[in-house]
């Protein structure tokens, strides 16, 4: 539960952007932030469990970015203690550069 709360006040601090939803499954660490994420105003969304069908495209989508980002990695020849940045690069260029 601190690990969400720092990430959230980092987000906010580092980039000014407002945390505004998050989509997770049943895991018990989300659902013991019900109250934090309702007093901050962030709309919590469950995926459907058992319905994979439902899921694929986030699935997908997670693997995607795992995948590039890891290829950043290798490519760079660098440890995986840097794992943030081609994480947050690849998400950058999907959300602004893909149709």
Same mark, same amino acid.
């Given at each position: 539960m601190n690990v969400f709360i720092? @990430? /959230?006040?980092?987000?906010?601090?580092?980039?000014?952007?407002i945390l505004k %939803? *998050?989509? =997770?499954? /049943? !895991?018990?660490? @989300?659902?013991s932030?019900?109250?934090y994420l309702a =007093?901050? #105003?962030i709309h919590h969304r469950l995926i459907y469990p058992h319905l994979h069908e439902k899921n694929d495209s986030i699935e997908c989508k997670?693997?995607? *970015?795992?995948?590039?980002s890891l290829s950043l990695l290798v490519? !760079? =020849?660098?440890?995986?203690? @840097?794992? #943030?940045?081609? @994480? =947050? %690069?690849i998400v950058h260029i999907i959300k602004n550069f893909s149709t």
């Open positions: 720092q @990430f /959230n006040l980092y987000l906010e601090t580092q980039t000014g952007h %939803s *998050i989509q =997770s499954g /049943n !895991a018990k660490e @989300f659902l932030l019900k109250t =007093s901050h #105003g997670h693997r995607h *970015i795992v995948d590039m490519g !760079a =020849s660098l440890p995986l203690k @840097f794992w #943030g940045e081609p @994480f =947050s %690069s």
